[in-house]
């Protein structure tokens, strides 16, 4: 079998013309014991998978292998013509270089007669222009079985046995292609089977492990979060909002006239203020990143909205000062529990609550002198 795809960056996610991407619900992904998640591990519960369920899965682990694709989609349906994920190397797709993901999902192990009609769809294919030949062809089903398993491991073997059948007399491979049988004989003879290949399905679930969908397939409780960085000493570009209404609610109340955030810094009465603002919204800047590869976004966003909803009639209050808006609206980050539902609840610290606070300062939902524009 050929060696797993070696790690590069991250594809790109564009998709050919006309072909949709499988459809990824928007949804708040809820911690287990809120759902009635079945007794079964993710592979068992892969069985139970529709065929066009099966489909989805397999996009999103091929996306997961970070190979340098720049088109990865489904093609399966009717007239897939042998291919069912297509993932390509370049913007010529399949008529350039690319790798077929072929999803079968049957109740039993694969076998070799399942797989010689679909290895001939995709000679057949090429002997009719419609894709140049993947440089690999994965199967990708719950269970190969143990012959075809053999067979993929020795790929003159798996030629030999693919001719054998091909060549008996009773053979309906091939049979509908008529005229062009022998055109899609000679290209079979003329290709290095080590071509295809399957993969081990702990291999694929521990590689789907670490993208947002499995939270979402397979309700689990999330891994543990890592530790949370240190700001850097220099401010960053995305810091500029809300390092500015901090500075504006520093000199209301101090009597200051601060201009950039080493000022403020420098500052004896707003220092260690400052100090802590920054890291809580660094905090929240890690939860953003943890939960954006853990689960779908919009469990990010309830988190988010809901600490919105609990201090913004605080922020709306009157106030001598900005500063005293800026503190009570902390306070009150401080004392809101994120909803014990969401799967993201347990990992969520005070620190990311008032971080939060900074990160919708940043976008324009919260501000703290009401005359600093937001």
């Not at 001939?120 to 894709?131: S, T």
């Amino acid at each position: 079998m050929a060696e797993a795809i070696g790690a590069a960056e991250e594809e790109p996610r564009p998709i050919f013309e006309g072909i949709p991407e499988p459809e990824t619900p928007s949804v708040v992904v809820l911690a287990p014991a809120m759902q009635a998640a079945p007794d079964l591990t993710p592979q068992q519960h892969l069985y139970h998978y529709s065929d066009e369920k099966w489909e989805d899965f397999t996009v999103e682990w091929v996306r997961a292998l970070r190979h340098p694709y720049v088109l990865v989609t489904r093609m399966g349906g009717a007239g897939d013509r042998g291919a069912d994920v297509a993932a390509c190397l370049s913007r010529q797709g399949t008529n350039g270089e690319w790798h077929c993901y072929q999803c079968k999902h049957y109740e039993d192990a694969l076998r070799p007669a399942d797989a010689w009609p679909e290895m001939v769809k995709i000679f057949a294919a090429k002997v009719h222009g419609v894709y140049e030949l993947p440089t690999r062809y994965v199967f990708v089903a719950p269970k190969i079985g143990p012959t075809l398993t053999r067979y993929l491991a020795n790929p003159a073997t798996l030629k030999d046995e693919f001719f054998k059948a091909w060549n008996k007399a009773d053979s309906k491979l091939g049979a509908e292609l008529k005229a062009d049988r022998p055109a899609v004989e000679a290209l079979a003879q003329a290709t290095d089977f080590s071509m295809f290949e399957a993969r081990n399905m702990e291999w694929i679930l521990e590689l789907h492990r670490t993208t947002p969908h499995h939270a979402r397939r397979f309700p689990t409780r999330l891994g543990p979060r890592p530790a949370v960085e240190l700001p850097p000493a220099e401010q960053r570009e995305h810091e500029a909002v809300y390092v500015r209404k901090l500075l504006a609610a520093y000199n209301e109340k101090f009597g200051l006239q601060l201009e950039t955030l080493q000022e403020a810094r420098d500052h004896a009465r707003t220092k260690q203020h400052l100090v802590r603002q920054r890291e809580a919204f660094y905090s929240a800047e890690s939860l953003r990143v943890f939960a954006r590869e853990s689960v779908p976004y919009e469990t990010y966003e309830a988190v988010e909205s809901d600490l919105f909803e609990a201090v913004v009639e605080v922020e709306e209050g009157e106030y001598d000062l900005g500063y005293d808006r800026l503190t009570a609206v902390l306070q009150t980050a401080v004392n809101h529990q994120p909803n014990p539902g969401n799967i993201l609840a347990p990992v969520i610290t005070v620190r990311d609550r008032k971080g939060l606070c900074h990160h919708l300062a940043n976008d324009g939902e919260l501000t703290w002198c009401k005359e600093e524009p937001s």
